[in-house]
């Protein structure tokens, strides 16, 4: 089963819009939505869980339909953090604790306070006393307590020293050794979601430029240095994408279709980013 | 919605200390303006809430919970019934306390809550369109004209009761204040969904 599914989504806001977006995440497994700022990865994961409304196209969480009443029952099992954590400066843990408990059914105290003592975090301690990296973790803990069987983060690690990304970026992986848990993680750092993702969707311009496989992307794709002569050796069919130099041409090039005779260079997914949208262009 | 009545109440807690602080200056003065004033800022803390909630970013946080549009935006005209319930206990308590109080106050006191219960349904919808911030002088002008509103029936009613028929009084203006409170929690679902 998906966790997630989006078919042919569209959602059109006049200045912005997401275009006919279809993608999926398998139970289990950990997509990483990347794309430059404004791309279209926090509109993607608002419509998913109907905090904006779809134009066209079906969406299901869970194996619901986001718009059908009973998804306020599903997102009882999404846990979800966003961009910055959202709490009134005045409360405390203790506070959230007490809010969360009579907002979630399936809340686990224990749980939680099993969170604020592994992230260190005081329960009396008002929240505008954390620091940034503090917030997150609460909001990480107040997303976990709740038995979710799918986590949504939104650049939950953006703004974060790489130790504490590391530390948060290893409990989204431990999350998904239950084959049932799993999470869509959107970020524009790429080397985060190389780390832990097990499929990439990229959004390019409010476009989906690629989903797939993060191993196939990176066997499949590689980058072929050559020059404008050179270029017409190449068979037609194996360029993804070029970048003209004066001097020489770098070439995203399909493995698959090219024999062993060139000398291609693994590409990282920033390279494959960074060429996809040069041809997008 | 008691998670979201809890956190405002949270929130709020500072709003509250001067509520209480009011009360007490209030049994002093035995003032007829600040009593109905005290009822009709109680009903407008929903407003203060929002306000909050919109300095904080509150409803990005909200909208990935499992709430419903109605807990979300019924929670703030709940605030604003109980706080208008405890203010009147306040007057109440205050008027006893100055061995001010007459029985045919109590229908005016009455009044006086529906008055801030109407303008609370105003201000809410308002509130979820607009904005508190954009909105503030807006809400001002509507809560002193409802305090002077209430005020002056108030003293009206105590000048001349009997010219008054309150039963009649207080039927109309509780049916005033149910029906105009349902049609703006109607109108604030379509506003808070629109802005979706």
């Known amino acids: 089963m998906n966790a997630i599914e989006l078919k042919r989504v569209t959602k059109n806001y006049g200045a912005f819009s997401l275009k006919d977006i279809t993608l999926s995440l398998p139970s289990g497994c950990i997509l990483g939505l990347v794309g430059e700022n404004g791309a279209g990865k926090s509109t993607t994961i608002r419509l998913l869980l109907n905090a904006a409304a779809r134009d066209a196209g079906e969406i299901t969480v869970l194996g619901r339909d986001v718009r059908k009443k009973e998804f306020r029952r599903v997102k009882e099992q999404i846990g979800v953090v966003l961009d910055e954590a959202y709490y009134p400066d005045v409360l405390s843990a203790g506070n959230v604790n007490l809010i969360m408990k009579h907002i979630y059914r399936s809340w686990q105290e224990d749980i939680f306070y099993d969170y604020l003592k592994r992230f260190a975090l005081s329960e009396k301690k008002l929240f505008k006393e954390y620091s940034r990296g503090m917030k997150m973790k609460l909001a990480i803990a107040a997303a976990l307590s709740h038995q979710p069987k799918l986590l949504v983060l939104d650049e939950a690690t953006s703004g974060l020293d790489p130790v504490i990304r590391d530390e948060i970026l290893e409990i989204f992986n431990d999350f998904t050794r239950d084959e049932d848990h799993s999470v869509l993680l959107s970020s524009h750092i790429i080397s985060d979601l190389e780390k832990i993702s097990d499929y990439i969707a990229y959004l390019h311009q409010g476009k989906l430029v690629f989903c797939e496989e993060k191993d196939r992307l990176l066997e499949e794709y590689g980058i072929l240095h050559t020059t404008s002569a050179g270029l017409s050796d190449v068979p037609k069919d194996a360029i993804e994408a070029k970048r003209q130099g004066r001097y020489s041409t770098e070439v995203l090039v399909r493995r698959s279709r090219l024999s062993g005779a060139f000398d291609v260079e693994p590409a990282n997914l920033e390279d494959i980013m960074l060429f996809m949208a040069k041809k997008g262009e | ?196």
């Open chain 2, 1 to 196: 919605m008691k998670g979201l009545l809890i956190k405002d109440a949270f929130t709020m807690m500072k709003e509250t200390k001067y509520f209480f602080i009011l009360a007490v200056v209030m049994m002093f003065l035995q003032n007829d303006f600040l009593f109905s004033y005290i009822i009709v800022y109680a009903a407008m803390l929903p407003m203060a809430a929002q306000a909050y909630d919109e300095r904080v970013k509150w409803d990005k946080m909200a909208q990935t919970l499992p709430l419903t549009v109605d807990q979300i935006v019924g929670s703030k005209y709940i605030m604003g019934y109980l706080s208008a319930f405890a203010a009147v206990l306040m007057v109440l308590a205050a008027r006893l306390l100055g061995r001010s109080f007459r029985a045919e106050e109590f229908g005016m006191l009455l009044i006086v809550v529906c008055v801030a219960l109407v303008v609370q349904a105003l201000n809410i919808p308002l509130m979820f369109w607009i904005g508190v911030e954009r909105g503030r002088l807006l809400f001002i002008i509507l809560v002193i004209g409802a305090a002077m509103a209430a005020s002056s029936i108030w003293q009206e009613a105590i000048t001349a009761p009997l010219t008054l028929n309150i039963r009649l009084l207080l039927s109309a203006a509780f049916g005033v204040t149910v029906i105009v409170n349902i049609i703006s929690f109607y109108l604030c679902r379509i506003v808070y969904n629109r802005k979706q």
